[in-house]
Structure formats: structure tokens, C-alpha cells
């Protein structure tokens, strides 16, 4: 039973200039809409994330109170359930889907809210990781219309370290001769396990393994968290969607657009919202050395460092204290 | 013109028990050992290094001076020069070498200092990442024999985190099928790629990119870098060897073996070497937090953190300001 709702586009010309056919844009909603439409929260999801995983910040007793706001979580393309390699027709299937930018995404996310709903003001936009990258673009690309951002662990363009990172995981999916340049019959698992095993030391941080946290997740040993966890995680993935979620990430840059035309530091000054930004202080790609710089260009931003040795996923459900410290804060944002 | 001696070994019995036969360490000496063979310096390689990649250390105005010390760099096995899978007989050869610890080199390098030159103390032992190993293991194993130590950019025990990057590395390289289990016959060249792509975001640090310092290194840009830095230098590695090292690499520990069996602070506690422990401010695999524990169980030692964004390199020949730094406290540290 499908517990989520789809916005199709019929045509959708995407940054790029390419049009892509039959768009789709799944998403779910929680709550109510109010009166004057002025509780909306836009939680869109991560890397290969679907609106399942973002249940973790959404509750009665949450900041993200159901009760009181009406939440949207669109799914990013490329995730298998919004338009994906996976679920497009040709030309734009598998190895042939075009590069969708997180602006494409947050335009067709504006539409659904628009057309669909008719709310064209936003009280929060949040998210962890590619979320965040979300949150930034609406607040630099629609100011007018964000009240308030959270971007968590994630980054107003992707730094040239994030992208030499995904490029090593792309190496390593793509070294495996069953993926046959996208076209592969089977998955390529050998590649799959090996992005897995890769992405583990990414993921988490230095103190994290140091300390053996590997055990809360339900791993006794570092080689039993790299088979059960991470390439398990991976081996369910499809590769072309993740290839095709990658191109997305790297190309993440708020400033990259018609808008801004490259100037990163005058999109920061554009964002109006009021924001608190939360880099996990252990975080490997998204180091809050980055966010601080975010942060001293926009003009009602404060910069909120998650104390954790959990690394990037400090911005995840994996961690009470961290879903604690994140939850406050979006509840300081919202009554603010 | 071969600018190197060797030593070899009729039969090494290995800490694994395996008989490893006409064992080799190939090395190089500069310098005159003086008359009371008090001058030795022990300089051991790093991860697929060889005694030329340690020549940025030595000089008549450098700390590691040859008019004044007998510096003996003898070259890591698993490196093609010393043993290794490329240059081993069956059924030792290729992916049947056998597992050579740390402590197995240091034994051979050990055996090499007193058999043919008759040293049996030695002033100094320095070197970066899998040298800084090689540096605690003589310390620890060998305390009365060992005057002083300076480990850069490495530690006395490889970390969890660290052999979660190994594994990522390995996977990549494995991922590519010509790499045929070991028994290749043309070099996996897809794999040898991946892991130099992969490689790339571990040891240079987030900063150095965000600085775009590759362009001090000689590439324009990030593909650049990625190309013609990266994957052209594990184009030019044999497989077999770098898997051997890994292996090296992985099962560092000063305490596992029958001295300390196991009994890592035991091991530190031994350590009695006046030393000068220099980590990275920004090393990814061996993080400054890892030294730090170390240098709080050691009787005579100092922390002295690179203040670098080089990341691991920070050790290496890359940077002068590092090199400059490492040349001082060596300096510091051989007046003492």
C-alpha cells in the first residue's frame, strides 16, 4: 500500500535545457494545512533516502508536530521513487537520464506547493545532508518565500574535497566490468559492495570507530558493520540512480544559476531567512569550516555545531543525543 | 645503475609463523658510521615509498645530516625493492606472499644494523606514516636500543578507522575483475585507478582542497589532479605489492606480539626513546586525537602537532613549511 502521493509534470525543462518527459516528484504530507496556509514545512529527503527515513524528526511531541504544521517531504530524483534511471522511460532511463540540479528539484517542489496546495510561503525548510543543500537553494533562489531554514551537515555548494570524495565512490562502483558503463543486466555487486565498503570510512567519523559505535548499531565487529551495514545498505541501491544522485550533489551550488551567475558569497547575502545551521563538528564532507564561511555571508544565520563524534551522520536518526540537539533547535527556530 | 645494498636472509621465520625464504631488505646508507658506531639513524620508507622518496630529509644543512650521521633507509617490504609479491619465488610470490608485520621489518632491518655493521644502539629513528610504524615499533620492542624516535603522521597501532579506509581502498582496487584474485596478468588498470581516485580524498585534507593547493602539486585543476596525479601514480604499482603493504598496514600494533601481548599501554609505557611525536593537524587517517593517547602513555615524550592543511602529506616532501617543521624538531630533538 503506497503511502505517499506523486506530483507529475508532463514536461520539465530542467537547468541543463533538457526537457524531461512525464517528470514525477513522490512525496508524502503529514498534518493539516491551515486557514491561511501559513504552516508549511518543506523536509525533503537525502542520498538515496526516501520519505520513510525522515520519519525520525516527525512526531506530536517533535518540532516537527504534525499537530500544528503541515509537512511536506518530496523525494529527491534519482532516489527510485521521485523520477529515477530507475523509472524513466527512454531515452532518460538508466545511463541516459540527464543531470537533474537540486535548483530542478526545489522548482518542481515550489510547483507542487503552488499548484497543488497553493501556499507560496514556506514557515521552514529542513534537512539533513542533500536536505540541506535543498533548504539552501530555496532560501537563496526564493527568498521572498522562506521564512526559515535548517540545513543539517549539508552545504550551500558541494566543496571541491566533497566532490573528490564522490568521486572515489563512483571509481569504485564503476570498477566493476558488470556495470557495463550503466547497462548492466544484473547488478554490479562487486562494485556495490565496494562503494559500501568505501563510503563507511566517509559516513562516520575517526572517534566514532575509535569508540566502537559501530556496536550501537548492532555490529560486534568493524568487519561485520562493513558486510551487514554498509554493503547490504548498498547492494539494495540501484546504481544508475545513485550514479545520477551523485551528479546531483556534485553539482549542488546555490549560486550556480541565471540568478546568481556564479557568485557564490552575493547568493549567501540574498538568503533572508532566519536560519540556524548545524554541521556535525566530526562531519568528514561537510566540515564546519564550511558552514561557518555559509554563515558569515547570510544576513540571519547562526551558526549551531552538533557536539559528536558521529560524523555525518550526527544528522541522522542513528544517534538519540543528536536527534535531541537537532530537535531543540528546530523548535527554537519555529517559535522564533 | 642501482643506487641501493641489500641484505638478504637465507630463511625469516615471520611473527605468523611462515618460513619467508631468501628474504631481502634492500636499503640505503649515507654517511660514515663514526668509530664508537654512535651516529646511526634508522629512516625506514612509507606506504609503496622507497629510499629515493626519503631523500627531501637529508642533507649537509639539513638535521639528518650525512657528514655527521650513518643514516641506514632500509625500503619497507612489499614495495618491490625489499620482498615482496613481485620479486618472490613460489610459492610466495604474487598473491601467495605472506603476511609481513611491521615488527617482521624491523626485526630483518634490526638484524641488518648488527650482522653487517655492527650497531647494536641506534641515535634515531624517524620517518612518515608507515615509517612513523616502523619508528614505535623499534621504540617498544627494542627500548634499550633506541635513543630517540620521531614518528610523523603515523601511529603505534593502526586505528579501526584507519583499516575502514584500507578496506574501502582494497575493495576498489579488488572491484576491477582483471585483477583476477591476484593472478593478473595485465595490471587491473580500472581498479588501480579507482584506488587513486579513492586515495585522493584521504590524504590530502578538506582545507587543502578548499585552497586549492593541487595547483602548488602541478594540476590546474581537481580532474586534473585526480588524472594525472592520482591515478598516474597507482598506474605505476604493482597490485600484489600495494595488497601486501595494506596487510602491513592494517596489522600494525606494538602490542601484538609475545612481548606485550596485546597490552597496547604496556607497549607505550615501554617506550623509553626521548621522542617527538608529530601528527597532522588535519591528517585524515591518523588523526592528532590517536597521537595525543599515545604520547600520554609514553615516559619521554612530546606532542608537537604539524600545524598544517596539507592533511597526511603534511608529512611528506610537499610542503616546504611542513618539511621546515619536521627538519626543526628533528634538529631539536638530535641536540637532546
Tied chains: 1, 2.
Excluded: C
Aim: aromatic share 12%; net charge negative.
Amino acid at each position: 500500500m503506497r503511502n505517499y502521493e506523486t506530483f507529475d509534470v508532463e514536461k520539465v525543462t530542467l537547468q541543463s535545457g533538457i526537457t524531461l518527459s512525464n517528470a514525477r516528484l513522490a512525496y508524502q504530507v503529514h498534518g493539516k494545512l491551515n486557514a491561511d496556509k501559513s504552516n508549511a514545512i518543506v523536509y525533503p529527503t537525502r542520498f538515496y533516502g526516501t520519505h520513510e527515513d525522515n520519519q525520525f524528526l516527525i512526531g506530536t511531541d517533535m518540532a516537527l508536530n504534525p499537530d500544528r504544521y503541515f509537512i511536506v517531504v518530496p523525494n529527491l530524483t534519482g532516489n527510485g521513487l521521485s523520477s529515477s534511471p530507475s523509472n524513466t522511460s527512454p531515452p532518460h532511463d538508466r545511463s541516459g537520464f540527464p543531470g537533474v540540479t537540486i535548483l530542478d528539484n526545489v522548482r518542481l517542489q515550489r510547483r507542487l506547493l503552488r499548484e497543488r496546495y497553493g501556499i507560496d510561503r514556506v514557515a521552514l525548510v529542513v534537512g539533513w545532508s542533500m536536505a540541506a543543500q535543498q533548504a539552501y537553494h530555496w532560501a537563496a533562489l526564493f527568498p521572498d518565500e522562506v521564512e526559515r531554514i535548517a540545513p543539517i551537515a549539508g552545504s550551500a555548494r558541494t566543496s571541491p574535497h566533497n566532490h573528490v570524495f564522490l568521486e572515489g565512490m563512483k571509481a569504485a562502483l564503476t570498477a566493476d566490468s558488470a556495470w557495463k558503463g550503466g547497462n548492466y543486466v544484473d547488478p554490479p555487486k562487486t562494485g556495490l559492495r565496494a562503494m559500501g565498503r568505501g563510503w563507511a570510512g566517509w559516513a562516520l567519523s575517526q572517534a566514532f570507530y575509535r569508540q566502537h559505535l559501530y556496536r550501537r548499531m548492532g555490529s560486534a565487529t568493524v568487519e561485520e558493520f562493513l558486510v551487514e551495514f554498509w554493503e547490504e545498505l548498498f547492494l539494495k541501491r540501484d546504481a544508475n540512480n545513485m550514479l545520477a544522485q551523485i551528479w546531483t550533489w556534485q553539482h549542488s551550488n546555490i549560486s550556480d544559476n541565471d540568478t546568481y551567475m556564479g557568485n557564490y558569497e552575493h547568493a549567501l547575502r540574498s538568503i533572508s531567512a532566519k536560519a540556524i545551521v548545524m554541521p556535525s563538528e566530526t562531519d568528514l564532507y561537510f566540515p564546519p569550516d564550511d558552514s561557518a564561511y555559509e554563515v558569515k555571508h547570510m544576513a540571519n544565520a547562526e551558526l549551531r555545531i552538533i557536539p559528536s563524534i558521529w560524523g555525518h551522520y550526527a544528522g541522522g536518526a542513528a544517534n538519540p543525543d543528536d536527534v535531541a540537539f537537532v530537535n531543540r533547535a528546530l523548535r527554537e527556530l519555529l517559535a522564533s
